[in-house]
């Protein structure tokens, strides 16, 4: 601790009338015992008290995580089985069951979700990367995607359900993926810019400078060296999909069969891990509150498991 | 079958090269004539009144004072300076007789013939073989790429370090290395004039000198210019030397050629009272 | 040109067709992404007028929900969203800045290395990077309650918070109900619950964003402030925090627009029920919720008025979002002038 904060910071304690004046010593009414430490000052008690404070509550912040992956290893865990892998729902009041074809319907639907927004995401990312980063339509484009990332992930849905099921008539794995593509879009697009311009400025030149075209600048180094980081924004998109319920619940809806039952259909009601979570947990029957819990445990496993891998990627990025 | 295509290729490349020789005697040697009267990055002039002509089979090096936009006037001879905005300027760069910043002319076209070896080494985050094969892909080269890469390694003198790991990364290789590496790229492709911008400010002592003796194998193949602000590298290396010197008579930083010559002529016997001054070391 | 030599050559034909061509696409595409929003915007708005123009203003004051009836009316849902999202953003920020503080200012790494001290192991080779390990991991576990679906955490709060919290819930309803806040029992689903997952929710985005700010305060401030005696909290309160102000501003707006679009969790916790009360253990109904409950079932003749709700709720969160971003857009401008 040093004493002379005491004198000079005039916040805390009152210094002497003029520091500047000329004959004043500026030590003289200084104890120089107070440069102790001692919890009686109420300046250390403070900081002292402040900084327990706030490590309390950063540690109660993380219980929730740490009782939500205990939650889902106990009551996931006693019911995971192979048969919930290859099984259907089961009926009210029947034992047993799985949710095999929700697994399938998450799969199929993120990835049409991730056929639809990566090429636009990258693309748009490669057109934000390559233009001024002052200009107006780029910062247009950057907005568009920071305000689409904050977007209620149901409004996505309501879009999809005004856009293709009321205009087809009927819910369906297509729509289903649409709605996921708007959420995963933004993600990719912010990602993916960011990675391409983290590319050196002098790989970029040295391409230019052999005479390569800015399409062969593009695909030749620009998108090869930022692949790791795009590859991380895509997995966060993923990862994020998989886990969203609301915008499927009016747009795939729900289904008790496999998505190919007589023929592979994408134009039908599709089951999905989510929204069987959603269906389960209100049910007053056990079983399918204890298929809930697995069907939980599932899917974050799926969403960490994807968490993990973009992660992954992101370490083998290449900086400046 | 390959073989004879080839041996045909390399023929017609032969005659195609005399040709060419004749043609350029005429020019009297010149592969580049540039003459830069006004140079601007938006409103700022940054060169003046500079005429370079660069031969063939020669290496000609741009010396000044930093600030004195020799390569600015480098880059104008492949239009890297296209990418800067605000760039433009009066005069005329002929590349073989041709105007390259002809409005039709592609400037990507113009960089493939002539082609840049950077400050800062700068290889692509890939494998050295493909780092080398890079320009030839960009050409769509038909050809046997892996002989034209160890070529290219082999006469950039680095094929005998790095021919047991050709799938390492670029990025591996030591600071030196990495230079070598750009030039073997660079002349991969056989381009018909190199420039080379301070190649070696990056390098130590030892890898400079590599570089340097590099230069002077190349010249036989290749027409060179070369940016230094390394006097002594310019007197061992270069056969014509150019100096630029900074004028701030009207407020601005105004780089302008003093003095252009034979690179013996210049470091003895300089004509104007500049060139001597600089040389001498009376300014820096 | 091209008889200079025989592998390099001009762009051909093909190539230079190529290029153009593919930098008009991605033009295309940035162009189409950046209309993403306002064709969102568009469908929703088309498809909400004859629902506007049958009910009009009303529909935004009137407090019913009666499909049979034809009755209409989504105040009681602008309330739960708006007092159910105030409320998590109360907890959620309070948490949230104190965990960014303690993972910016080097508490962790600080309290590991004293104990590795006391054993003298802070230099080992492995052991010595244990405090800034230490404090990556618990940056990526704050970061993993965001990976956790929302559906997930409301299965969660259904088994686990509502049990939990019931019992004081009721005491206090028992010993101050007299107070508004705890004016009605918890019997089941209700505001607090809601309250407590959302807040754990929006906690992450808080805390990365705030964190983000504190860290990129110029050190020289640290320093000028340590530098004249001042305490850690001093320095944090008096410089730290007030430099970084505008960025923890800019999150707190983005977690709100993140609270009020809030969807599965609030479906399964908040209650559904159409009412407007302050009480805490009270079930409720948000915006969200609302379309989340009626989307599925609706009759081909309500759609209207549930495109007209959801409209109300993307004029909401857009222009709490717009803030938010504008905000942040702006702190950041600021700091890297400052530097």
């Keep these: 601790m040093n004493t002379q904060d005491a004198a000079i910071n005039p916040r805390i304690t009152p210094g002497p009338p003029d520091p500047v004046g000329p004959e004043v010593n500026p030590f003289a009414d200084v104890d120089f015992c107070e440069l102790e430490r001692s919890l009686r000052r109420p300046r250390t008690l403070v900081d002292l008290l402040l900084s327990n404070l706030v490590s309390a509550m950063t540690m109660l912040a993380l219980i929730p995580l740490f009782s939500v992956v205990l939650m889902l290893l106990w009551r996931g865990g006693q019911r995971l089985s192979l048969d919930v892998f290859t099984q259907l729902p089961p009926a009210p009041m029947e034992q047993g069951g799985g949710f095999g074809n929700a697994i399938l319907g998450t799969l199929i639907m993120v990835a049409l979700a991730a056929l639809i927004s990566i090429p636009l995401g990258i693309l748009s990312a490669v057109y934000l990367a390559q233009s001024r980063p002052e200009s107006p339509f780029a910062g247009a484009v950057r907005f568009g995607a920071k305000i689409l990332t904050g977007f209620p992930s149901i409004l996505a849905g309501v879009f999809a359900y005004g856009v293709l099921v009321l205009t087809f008539g009927g819910y369906s794995a297509i729509a289903g993926g649409v709605a996921l593509s708007i959420l995963m879009l933004p993600t990719i697009i912010l990602t993916a810019e960011d990675a391409i311009r983290m590319v050196p400025a002098k790989m970029r030149d040295a391409a230019i400078g052999m005479g390569a075209t800015p399409t062969q600048t593009t695909w030749m180094v620009l998108l090869p060296t930022a692949m790791p980081g795009i590859l991380t924004g895509i997995m966060l998109a993923i990862a994020r999909a998989a886990g969203e319920t609301a915008p499927l619940l009016f747009t795939a809806l729900f289904s008790n069969y496999w998505l190919f039952r007589g023929g592979f259909d994408l134009k039908q009601p599709t089951a999905s891990l989510a929204v069987l979570i959603y269906n389960f947990a209100g049910m007053p029957f056990d079983n399918q509150v204890d298929l809930a819990w697995v069907a939980a445990l599932v899917l974050v496993l799926l969403v960490l498991v994807t968490n993990l891998i973009g992660q992954a990627f992101s370490r083998r990025q290449i900086h400046e | 079958m390959r073989n004879t295509t080839n041996a045909e290729k390399l023929s017609k490349a032969r005659i195609d090269t005399a040709q060419r020789s004749a043609k350029e005697t005429a020019s009297n040697g010149v592969v580049i004539d540039c003459n830069i009267d006004e140079l601007y990055y938006s409103t700022f002039k940054a060169v003046r009144d500079t005429s370079i002509p660069v031969k063939k089979n020669r290496i000609t090096a741009f010396i000044g004072p930093s600030g004195c936009g020799k390569s600015t006037v480098l880059r104008c001879l492949n239009r890297m300076n296209d990418l800067v905005r605000g760039f433009r300027f009066k005069g005329h760069v002929h590349f073989r007789g041709k105007d390259i910043y002809h409005p039709s002319v592609d400037a990507t076209a113009v960089r493939r013939f002539i082609g840049m070896v950077f400050q800062q080494p700068n290889p692509f985050a890939m494998s050295i073989y493909n780092n080398v094969a890079f320009g030839l892909r960009l050409n769509s080269y038909k050809g046997p790429v892996a002989e034209k890469v160890e070529d290219a390694l082999k006469r950039s003198a680095l094929w005998d370090e790095v021919k047991d790991k050709l799938q390492k990364s670029g990025l591996s290789l030591s600071g030196g290395q990495q230079q070598r590496l750009c030039i073997a790229r660079a002349i991969a492709t056989e381009p018909e004039v190199l420039l080379m911008d301070e190649p070696c400010s990056a390098l130590d002592p030892i890898a400079t000198r590599r570089i340097e003796e590099l230069m002077v194998e190349l010249k036989t193949r290749y027409t060179i210019a070369i940016v230094t602000h390394n006097l002594q590298q310019a007197q061992r290396v270069a056969d014509n030397t150019g100096f630029l010197y900074v004028d701030t008579s009207d407020g601005g930083r105004c780089g302008y050629l003093v003095e252009f010559g034979e690179s013996g002529q210049i470091f003895n016997d300089p004509r104007e009272q500049y060139t001597k001054d600089y040389i001498r070391g009376e300014f820096s | ?339």
């Design chain 3, 1 to 339: 040109m091209s008889d200079i030599n025989q592998i390099s050559r001009p762009p051909t034909h093909s190539q230079q067709v190529v290029d153009t061509a593919f930098r008009w696409l991605c033009c295309g595409f940035a162009c189409l992404s950046v209309l993403m929003v306002a064709l969102i915007m568009l469908e929703i708005a088309k498809d909400a007028v004859p629902a506007i123009r049958q009910y009009g203003p009303g529909f935004l004051a009137g407090t019913t929900w009666d499909p049979n009836t034809g009755q209409f009316g989504i105040l009681p849902e602008i309330w739960g969203t708006l007092y159910t999202s105030f409320l998590a953003l109360l907890i959620g920020t309070s948490f949230g800045v104190a965990a960014a503080i303690f993972l910016s200012e080097g508490f962790l790494a600080q309290a590991v290395f004293q104990i590795l001290k006391a054993f003298g192991l802070q230099f080992h080779p492995v052991l010595g990077k244990l405090p800034d390990r230490a404090e990556v991991l618990l940056k990526n576990l704050i970061e993993l309650l965001a990976a956790i679906p929302s559906v997930v955490y409301g299965l969660w709060g259904l088994f686990v918070i509502i049990p939990l919290i019931r019992p004081a819930c009721n005491w206090l309803n028992l010993k101050l109900g007299w107070i508004p806040l705890f004016g009605t029992t918890l019997t089941g689903p209700g505001v607090l619950p809601a309250v407590i997952v959302l807040a754990i929710m929006i906690l992450p985005t808080i805390t990365a964003i705030s964190r983000n700010a504190l860290v990129s305060v110029p050190p020289k401030l640290r320093m000028a402030a340590y530098g004249m005696g001042a305490t850690r909290w001093e320095t944090i309160l008096a410089v730290i925090l007030p430099t970084a102000a505008r960025g923890i501003a800019g999150a707190v707006i983005l977690a709100f627009g993140r609270a009020l679009g809030e969807t599965m969790a609030l479906a399964m916790l908040v209650g559904n029920a159409n009412r407007i009360s302050v009480s805490l253990f009270s079930p409720a109904n948000t915006l969200a919720a609302l379309l989340a409950n009626n989307f599925p079932e609706a009759a081909k003749k309500d759609v209207g008025v549930l495109m007209y709700a959801a409209l109300v709720l993307l004029a909401i969160t857009l222009f709490v979002n717009i803030i938010g971003s504008i905000i942040l857009q702006k702190a950041s401008a600021g700091q890297e002038g400052g530097k």
